[in-house]
């Protein structure tokens, strides 16, 4: 499988996510109802809805995508690859997601572009297409897998390919970086962080920076999974 895996196809994705609100307070009557009710499933003990709203960014219904970072690997003359990134953020999803369809139809259409990522079966990729429907934008190609199989989905997950067929366990990015000895990409923040650095901070450029290094990452990992040179910074190209 590693050996087949052509690196050049691959447009390596990662988006981060923020509750649709600065609180629970802020959401209208409607949306608290229903957080109300969907805390209740995510909690083992009965919850204030308001102590776990900095989890309505996990879900599609209750939070929205601030950033998406893109990469893509080309392969020089003597072996090394090399990456150019870039990143969409934005406060308002519509354009962010508008952005980012205009790349994928003009750039990514051919047949051999495969979306990768990490997790991005379960999370990143079903969490775009839903808040594209949200936003009334029509779903890219590359993304649309509506009505497909799970074997017709060519997304590659690196979550899929370490697991080799074991679908009970979740290994984290953070964690197969340390077991392959690639810099950590949670070195500025963690995930948990990023509503608060949207909301309070507004630093966009931060969040922008954190998604890049999961792109970077992923990269990393799949250049160890086919044992070629990982990618050095002066490799690492942002536009």
């Known amino acids: 499988m590693f050996a087949q895996l052509k690196l050049e196809d691959l447009l390596f994705i990662d988006i981060e996510t923020v509750p649709g609100q600065p609180s629970y307070a802020d959401l209208d ?39 998406i970072s893109i990469g893509i690997l080309r392969e020089t003359t003597d072996g090394q690859f090399t990456m150019r990134l870039k990143s969409f953020c934005n406060a308002n999803e ?16 051919g047949k ?18 839903r808040r594209m429907l949200v936003n009334d934008i029509c779903l890219p190609k590359l993304v649309d897998c509506t009505g497909l199989k799970p074997w017709e989905i060519s997304h590659l997950d690196t979550l899929h390919l370490w697991r080799f067929g074991d679908s009970r366990s979740f290994v984290s ?11 950590s990409p949670k070195s500025d923040m963690s995930g948990s962080e990023v509503g608060r650095v949207f909301y309070e901070e507004k630093d966009l ?3 922008s920076r954190y998604c890049e290094q999961d792109v970077v990452t992923v990269a990393q990992l799949l250049l160890r999974f086919k044992s ?3 990618l050095r910074p002066e490799d690492i190209q942002f536009t």
Not at 30 to 49: C, G, M, T, V, Y
Not at 173 to 183: K, S, T, V
Request: include cysteine; hydrophobic fraction near 40%; proline fraction near 6%.
């Open 94 to 109: 519509k354009e962010l997601l508008e952005d980012l369809c205009d790349l994928l139809n003009t750039k990514f259409t």
């Open 205 to 207: 450029n931060r969040i």
């Open 173 to 183: 990015l953070d964690l197969l970086a340390a077991l392959f000895n690639i810099p």
């Open 29 to 67: 009557e409607r949306f608290q109802e229903l957080w109300a009710i969907k805390s209740r499933q995510l909690a083992k003990i009965e919850p204030d809805p308001a102590d776990i709203y900095e989890r309505a960014g996990l879900h599609a219904e209750f939070g929205k995508i601030v950033c």
């Open 228 to 230: 070629l040179p990982m």
């Open 112 to 129: 051999s572009h495969c979306l990768c990522g990490h997790n991005i079966r379960e999370f990143d990729i079903p969490y775009l297409c």
